[in-house]
């Protein structure tokens, strides 16, 4: 057979096979047409569950009637004039397939008027050729009806489902959209018959009480995490409702409805020790990022999208989804993470004294030997997944107790964990350090607590490497004979003793190389100390700071920072075999 150029119909339907894959791609399409209308109400009917017949309605900004043919061409838009435009898209359509498609392969009639003009015009399209155009009365905005759906390519009807599942389809992503845009009014009849009416208040909440109903709405958790220039909004479902399939969780990126299957798993992994094995919450999850960083030119439907950095996104829709469920007073921001954890224990450290004392309150000095303390239950602590070119993070963990006020003891998905405290909270403080003083931002603090005895020669070192220390921001001076003061110091060591900061010095000095040795010192002279006993949100507190730094997992001077035991050794042990 000869090679030759396909006629334009030929190729419009196969491009259709793409962009209309079913009844609900049509009104997915149709709708995002006239939400970047700006349309205010949309009105959905279909009948034979989309086959028979598709009709949106709205009151957006309407078709020029000099326009209106050009607006089923091919690769005709209004959303962008260059290729740089791609990288900027603020608008759910941009293409310029979704009519042409829908017209290659149906009967389509558009009836249209921009607010520009007193008169409308009536198009009415089979297999991509105009049969019909009039001009019209209408109201402004547009209506386009979309009947005999596949009629020219009868190989696509064998696909479709049972009228029941595409109704279900359609409803759904009718659903969805107006969870995207809760302050547009939706409505959508099937067969005549209203199946989804929403308010367009504006609120998150009536929508979904639209969708699933009052009691849904009464269980669902508000989601607000702001990470960096990514923020995460909308509700998810309290542990008391649960289903047996991930339908409705919803995801949406920048106002479109997407399919990732990865920010899905995130969302259920938030729920790992929460809800029982094979079941899922009701989610409804909003990512809004700059338009930039991310990429929605992958496939023709846009349901699929491409992150700039998809660890960071995973990372913080998960910590949304924990917070929310964790019942947390107010939304978290991940630059508040850092003094969180220096408040906490820097406040501990002040009220003992400097680092080295033992926080234990008096009725319980003579009892300090080894014991758990138990808790009430508390919301379970969950942490991030790994992210690309870093070791494995924390699995998802829920805090215990303490063990003899050295070990926090946690539960997670593949067994118990023993996390070291201060190994732990030395990890954290090393990577903030790091992390400030190679970006320039280094906080120091005169709050040191008392001075430090030194010999002469230890305080001649301490002078040698007086541009070293500043560096990382500890400045000391002479008070009195064999005495040294620290004047300033990392605002990590706020609260600690003189004694420690300088003995933290000293032992950095004495290695071949002090300037690598000295921020891993101090990050160990700040930490929570073995023998301090830790409130239960002090725990918590600090396994979400050491989840969210780079190699968790190991000391600043290479110990590790917690023993896992797995479910085997643990059954093992236990001579537990099976379920028995």
Not at 31 to 39: F, Q, R, V, Y
Not at 184 to 204: I, K, M, N, P, Y
Not at 334 to 351: I, Q, T, V, Y
Request: charged residues 20%; aromatic residues 4%; negative net charge.
């Amino acid at each position: 057979m000869p090679i030759s150029v396909l006629p334009d119909h030929v190729v419009a339907q196969i491009a259709a096979g793409e962009v209309v894959e079913r009844p609900a791609s049509v009104v997915k399409e149709l709708i995002e047409n006239a939400l970047d209308a700006g349309a205010m109400t949309v009105s959905v009917a279909a009948a034979g569950g989309g086959r028979r017949l598709i009709r949106v309605s709205d009151d957006g900004s309407g078709i020029s009637s000099q326009e209106v043919e050009l607006a089923f061409a091919r690769h005709a838009t209004s959303k962008l004039r260059t290729a740089d435009d791609l990288s900027h898209l603020e608008t759910l359509g941009f293409r310029g397939e979704a009519l042409c498609s829908i017209a290659a392969v149906s009967q389509v009639t558009c009836l249209s008027r921009s607010r520009d003009e007193t008169t409308g015009v009536k198009l009415v399209i089979e297999g991509s050729e105009v049969v019909v155009r009039s001009a019209v009365g209408a109201p402004a905005g547009t209506i386009i009806s979309v009947e005999n759906l596949f009629y020219n390519v009868p190989a696509r009807l064998k696909f479709l489902k049972a009228e029941s599942t595409e109704r279900r389809l359609i409803t759904q992503i009718v659903m969805q959209l107006a969870m995207a845009f809760p302050a547009v009014r939706f409505s959508l009849e099937h067969d005549g018959r209203e199946a989804f009416r929403s308010t367009g208040s504006g609120s998150l909440e009536d929508v979904v009480v639209a969708a699933y109903g009052v009691d849904t709405v009464t269980h669902m958790l508000p989601v607000d995490s702001v990470g960096g220039s990514i923020i995460v909004r909308g509700l998810t479902s309290s542990p008391e409702i649960t289903r047996t399939d991930r339908s409705r969780i919803h995801v949406f990126v920048n106002g479109r409805v997407v399919h990732d299957s990865n920010l899905t798993y995130a969302i259920t992994q938030a729920y790992t020790g929460i809800l029982e094995s094979g079941q899922y919450p009701t989610s409804i999850v909003k990512i809004t990022l700059p338009t930039e960083d991310v990429d929605i030119n992958v496939h023709p439907t846009k349901a699929e999208v491409r992150f700039r950095d998809p660890a960071a996104v995973f990372a913080v829709t998960q910590r949304a989804i924990r917070e929310a469920v964790g019942g947390m007073a107010s939304p978290r921001r991940e630059n508040d993470w850092p003094d969180a954890g220096r408040s906490l224990f820097g406040s501990m450290r002040a009220r003992t004294g400097g680092g080295s004392t033992p926080l234990l309150r008096q009725n319980e000095a003579d009892d300090a030997q080894p014991r758990i303390v138990r808790q009430a239950p508390e919301p379970p602590v969950m942490a991030d997944e790994s992210t690309p070119g870093r070791p494995r993070t924390l699995p998802v963990l829920r805090v215990v107790g303490q063990m003899g006020a050295r070990y926090i003891v946690a539960e997670g998905p593949a067994g118990m964990y023993l996390i070291d405290q201060h190994a732990a909270h030395a990890r954290v403080l090393y990577g903030e350090l790091v992390d400030a003083m190679e970006s320039g931002t280094l906080q120091t603090t005169e709050e040191i607590v008392g001075t430090a005895q030194v010999t002469a020669a230890q305080f001649r070192k301490i002078e040698q490497a007086a541009v070293l220390l500043e560096r990382v921001g500890v400045a000391c001076e002479p008070f009195g004979p064999q005495t040294v003061r620290v004047v300033r110091a990392p605002d990590i060591l706020s609260g600690v003793a003189a004694d420690d900061v300088i003995g933290a010095i000293l032992d950095a000095l004495s290695h071949d190389d002090p300037q690598d040795k000295l921020p891993r010192a101090l990050a160990h002279a700040g930490a929570v100390r073995t023998g301090q006993v830790l409130a239960m949100d002090q725990m918590q507190q600090l396994v979400r700071l050491l989840e969210r730094t780079p190699d968790p997992l190991i000391s600043p001077t290479g110990t590790p920072t917690l023993l896992h035991l797995s479910s085997d050794q643990l059954s093992r042990e236990f001579g537990r075999r099976g379920g028995g």
